[in-house]
């Protein structure tokens, strides 16, 4: 997936103190995905019905 625009990552609401996390960033069809201690190390890019599933499966 090529992306023109540089993202926009967020961390989960849930983790306010930690310091060590995954940040998400919406995408056109998809969500990325990146360690947020080393954000310059790149991000992995999921299909939007991957990453629904995924988080489906997490909540259960």
Same mark, same amino acid.
């Given at each position: 997936?090529?992306?023109?625009?540089p993202l926009t990552f967020?961390?989960?609401?849930?983790?306010?103190? +930690?310091?060590?996390?995954? @940040?998400?960033?919406?995408?056109? /069809? *998809?969500?990325?995905?990146?360690?947020?201690?080393?954000?310059?190390?790149?991000?992995? +890019?999921?299909?939007?019905? @991957?990453?629904t599933a995924f988080l /489906? *499966?997490?909540?259960?």
């Amino acid at each position: 997936m090529y992306l023109t625009q540089p993202l926009t990552f967020r961390k989960s609401s849930y983790s306010t103190t +930690a310091q060590e996390c995954v @940040e998400v960033a919406d995408v056109p /069809g *998809a969500s990325a995905v990146r360690d947020s201690t080393q954000p310059d190390l790149g991000h992995l +890019a999921f299909p939007s019905i @991957e990453w629904t599933a995924f988080l /489906g *499966a997490a909540q259960r």
